[in-house]
């Protein structure tokens, strides 16, 4: 999600001075962005080298972790904010690490692609997994190993008794989608706070 | 090609309070400069070093086109530490025998060589020799302090000694304090060191003699450390010095690795001073900024200020990155801007010294962008 509308659309969930915590924070463009924009402090956690190198040289604060080992080098509660940017979908352990991001903030933002997006339905009535723009791979070399839905995240949520502050869709240029988002909404976006 | 350096000497007749107690006055610092000190006096970046090294961090000497400073690749003309940009000190550290003021120089009070009297020297000791440098060449504040090892665990003490004397901090393939093993693996290279006949108690200058014996294991035992069994099999594997016949000797070179480290070991001791070895593994050994806050590194780092990049290598088991993580942890606690690159490099502990791309364009950005600062 590079998209300038779409890390707007996150941006505006963050509250200004917010301390922040970037769990798969990519080429930190977000971090950037919300530091020139809203103020924010805080970390990106990466692991691919190249990404690592581009937060360096964005001056965003960077630390390379695979998250799949979890966060303990956090403290509880320490972020105002956890943004789960597009890494759900990538982890190995995607209900330790909500649980994670629960622990180490008081709130969180996880966006991920929606599996249960029309034209995914479409693809897969007619018998092939689906290749978008949001699911960009074939699936025998996706590095997405968990794809879920809208409607999953809700009962994921729920399960590790996170309240769900908003949810919505968004689609493929940024713009929030309230209507439908399950079938309608391409990202799924949730706002969660301890309960 | 490299440029050309020239080391310069500093004398302080001042007497300068030791961690130990003691103190040491009428001393002299080796040191070089490379690159231009700007007009504001924000451009200098020190360079502190590790074990073996000295103050000849980059360029080579007029008469000796070899002698390539020891972080050459890191450090000159569009490198990734810009000499166009930044003004490069680099200092040996007191107790060291390359220029410094060391075991083997004269104590002012008895006219005597100080051999075995020489006193104890910490990092923070040497933090503060080098604070006095800084003091006479006009710097009051740094634009980076930098150091891979040990010379990492100098420019730690640096952001907790004089947190206001510098913006970054960048640490290398360095720890907080060293394990129990690091420990160990040092307690035997002094021991081969202090046994050796040669040693006289630390006196051996008197003698006209070396403990070269002694240097020799030392270094070995170091040098193993530093590499990773992975670089020492793909250097070395199982390779016979003498073709594919076994000689069935105790005593003779069988292994290319044996001979490569015989020869390591030999070199090491034609110029590494012996007491040097043990004042400075010492120094290894005491390293410690949690101790006096009960082993809370948190406690400790809440005095840094500057900016900190951490760098660590995978294969590196002298310096984990498990270690650099422990920094990391202690300034994410004290909310400190920090950043941590953890380098997945094959060669182990040298992989600080060593040409790997991914680790020199984390470096070459982390300069830029403090150099950018320069100019804003």
């Not at chain 2, 640096?158 to 901090?169: F, K």
């Not at chain 2, 984390?362 to 300069?367: D, E, I, L, R, T």
Request: proline fraction near 4%; hydrophobic fraction near 40%.
């Amino acid at each position: 999600m590079t998209d300038k509308a779409t890390m707007q659309a996150i941006a505006k969930l963050v509250p200004q001075g917010a301390r922040v915590l970037d769990l798969g924070c990519g080429d930190g463009a977000l971090l950037s962005y919300l530091q020139r924009e809203n103020g924010c402090t805080g970390y990106g956690v990466e692991i691919d080298d190249a990404n690592v190198l581009a937060c360096v040289k964005r001056g965003v604060n960077v630390v390379q972790l695979n998250l799949d080992e979890g966060l303990a080098i956090f403290e509880d509660d320490t972020f105002d904010v956890v943004l789960q940017i597009n890494t759900l979908q990538h982890l190995r352990n995607a209900e330790t690490m909500l649980r994670e991001t629960a622990r180490v903030g008081k709130s969180g933002v996880i966006a991920f692609p929606n599996f249960a997006h029309w034209p995914n339905r479409l693809s897969v009535m007619r018998g092939r997994m689906p290749v978008t723009s949001r699911l960009p791979y074939q699936w025998y070399d996706t590095p997405n190993i968990r794809v879920g839905t809208f409607k999953d995240f809700e009962v994921l949520a729920r399960k590790n008794r996170l309240g769900v502050v908003d949810a919505f869709g968004l689609d493929e240029v940024g713009n929030v989608v309230r209507t439908l988002p399950n079938f309608f909404a391409s990202t799924a976006v949730f706002c969660l706070e301890r309960q | 090609m490299s440029f050309i350096a020239t080391p310069q000497f500093m004398h302080f007749e001042e007497a300068l309070p030791l961690t130990s107690g003691a103190s040491i006055r009428d001393y002299t610092l080796a040191y070089e400069t490379y690159g231009t000190l700007n007009a504001n006096r924000s451009n200098a970046v020190l360079v502190c070093h590790a074990l073996n090294a000295s103050h000849h961090v980059a360029g080579v000497y007029a008469d000796q086109p070899k002698s390539e400073g020891w972080w050459d690749n890191m450090i000159g003309p569009g490198k990734p530490v810009d000499t166009n940009k930044f003004f490069v000190i680099g200092v040996n550290n007191l107790g060291s025998c390359f220029g410094s003021t060391g075991p083997m120089h004269t104590h002012p009070d008895t006219g005597e060589v100080y051999g075995s009297s020489f006193p104890v020297v910490t990092v923070e000791d040497w933090v503060n020799a080098q604070a006095r440098l800084l003091d006479r060449l006009g710097i009051a504040q740094l634009s980076v302090v930098l150091g891979g090892s040990l010379g990492g665990m100098q420019a730690l003490s640096w952001t907790l000694q004089h947190p206001d004397r510098m913006r970054h901090a960048v640490v290398v393939a360095s720890a907080p304090n060293l394990t129990a093993e690091n420990i160990a693996f040092n307690e035997v290279a002094r021991r081969a060191i202090v046994t050796d006949p040669d040693f006289h108690g630390g006196d051996f200058y008197a003698h006209n003699v070396i403990p070269k014996r002694g240097l020799r294991i030392a270094r070995m035992i170091g040098h193993i450390t530093y590499l990773s069994d992975d670089v020492m099999n793909e250097k070395f594997g199982r390779e016979l010095r003498g073709g594919i016949d076994l000689k069935y000797s105790t005593q003779d070179i069988e292994f290319q690795i044996e001979s490569y480290l015989r020869h390591q070991g030999e070199k090491f001791s034609e110029y590494f001073d012996a007491n040097t070895y043990l004042l400075i593994t010492r120094a290894l050994d005491y390293f410690d900024p949690a101790r006096p806050h009960g082993g809370n590194l948190t406690l400790a780092l809440a005095r840094a200020r500057a900016k900190f990049l951490l760098v660590s290598f995978t294969t590196d088991w002298r310096f984990s990155p498990q270690r650099s993580r422990e920094i990391v942890k202690g300034l994410l606690d004290n909310r400190r801007d920090v950043s941590y690159a953890e380098i997945d490099a094959p060669h182990g502990h040298d992989a600080f010294l060593l040409d790997d791309p991914r680790y020199l364009s984390v470096m070459a950005s982390y300069f830029d962008n403090a150099a950018k600062e320069l100019s804003a």
